[in-house]
């Protein structure tokens, strides 16, 4: 069962709802609450993980593109090593366990249509897992679907690959994983540090 919430922890939530970045003394202005008593009942609300507080991208605004896939992962001990691997990918937004053939339900974004393709192979790819069922979805029309772009240097993606190693990134078919060095970032305004250069 659900924690429960009262009556001010519903207001804190709906205020920051409405306005992530206000701040402790707007919030207690808002819901005519004293400052220490808001930021008390939030840090609570937030050491039981009820309220998540988070900047991201937002995937409608940006015209990315979603997909979900169906994947029936045999065997226990493929299933927990499977899902360690899924909640590693910087391209699944959510994984949900199933009833059914497919055993395993995730949503992925990519930029491009191409990269929500390559991705969906790639679970094929993998030992002891088929794809059962895809669905794109295109771009959300209604919501607000977060997602963090943190590039790295690192070579190896999450997963074990390595996108120098893979044809459909050399083929242009997937922008690559955005945690590594690797990743195509079409976000990244191109030679903008010349701007800066003085004589």
Known sequence: MADKLDELDLKIILQLHRDGRASLTELANKIGTPRQTVTNRLKQLMD???VLIRGGLDIKKLGYKIGDVGLEIRGEETRREIEKYLKG????LDIFRVPGKA???IRIWGEEDSTINSTIESFGDVPNVEIIYTHYLGTPVHGNIIIAIDPKDQIEAPCGMV????NRYHNALCAGCPVTKYYKNPLLVENETSLWITE
């Open 103 to 105: 055993n395993f339900h």
């Open 163 to 166: 996108c120098e190693n893979c």
């Open 48 to 50: 039981r993980e009820l």
């Open 89 to 92: 990918c910087p391209r699944i």
